[in-house]
Structure formats: C-alpha cells, structure tokens
C-alpha cells in the first residue's frame, strides 16, 4: 500500500520544512525514486552499439552473418530506439528480429518483437514497461535474428544500456 508523509509549517518555512524533510531521508533511507524520475545529472540520451555474432549464440551457431544492433536510450522517457541491421542474410529469408529477457549465456523468452518476416533491416523505438527496464539496465536483455535456415536463431548480442556519463 502506499504511504507517504506530508511535513506541514508556517508561511515563509519551506527552508525548514526542506532541511526537515532531507534529515529524515537520509537518517532513515526509506525514500526510492521512482524508476521514471532519473537523476539531474543524466545525459538525456545516450547511444551505444553491439555486433551479434553467431559465436554468441546459445548454442553457437557457425555463420558468416552478423548483426548491428544500435540502441538510444532515453532515461528520462523510458524510451528505447532501436536500428537493427542483419548482413549477410537475404530478406527473404528473415524472420524476426527479438529482444530476450536472459543473462549472458542464458535463453529466455521473448520481451520484445522488433522485426516481422522478410525484414532484414528495421528502425523504431518503443517506451519500455518497468520490468522490460528494469532487465534492460541490469543488462539482462539479449538481440537475436532468427531466419528460415536458423528457426532457434542465427546471431546474438547481449545488450544493456549504455553506460552514464560520470559526473563532473
């Protein structure tokens, strides 16, 4: 259930109520922020890319196909853009493009579709639920491409947000 408190005071106390209200937070560390407000000092959008390989795959799959999966994340919005690229494959021959729920080396299921059959190159984004976030920032997401020849997948990367900028 939630629960929150509310410090109350005289007109022109704010200054009080605030020194209050930050010697209760920290003497009692009950505050979490809440995954939708990031910290002030957060790059507004970061960029970062991963090459999928068939080596990465579980099983290991032997391929001269690779994929560029390029990933721009927005802390702020929750908003992931995606540009996935698969070479070496025709398009006619793709399936699909996923992003998986599992740690490295592990198979999980599918968290989120960013390709239809016959796409071998697809661009977009999407705002991630709390849990898909949550996954993708513990670095617990996965690409794969899956084709006619390769229906359990062809190429992996796994993924995760890209790392924050240090503070200055």
């Not at 799959?61 to 927005?74: F, G, K, M, N, P």
């Not at 853009?81 to 599918?110: E, I, N, T, W």
């Not at 796409?119 to 949550?134: E, F, I, K, M």
């Amino acid at each position: 259930m939630p629960v929150g408190l509310e410090l109350l005071g005289e007109a022109w106390a704010e200054g009080a109520l605030v020194r209050l209200a930050y010697s209760y937070e920290q003497m009692t560390h009950h505050r979490r922020p809440p995954h939708t407000t990031p910290s002030l000092d957060a790059p507004r959008r970061t960029i970062k890319e991963w090459v999928a390989t068939g080596a990465d795959h579980v099983p290991p799959v032997e391929t001269a196909a690779t994929a560029r999966v390029q990933l721009t994340w927005s802390a702020a919005t929750g908003e992931l853009g995606y540009d996935a690229r698969v070479y070496g494959v025709l398009d006619d021959d793709m399936l699909f493009m996923h992003l998986h729920r599992a740690d490295a080396g592990d198979v999980g299921p599918v968290t989120l579709m960013l390709s239809r059959p016959g796409q071998a190159r697809q661009a977009g984004s999407v705002v991630l639920t709390r849990s898909q976030r949550t996954a993708f920032e513990a670095g617990k997401l996965y690409f794969d491409a899956h084709t006619r020849d390769h229906l359990a997948g062809l190429v992996r990367a796994q993924v995760g947000p890209p790392p924050a900028r240090a503070a200055p």
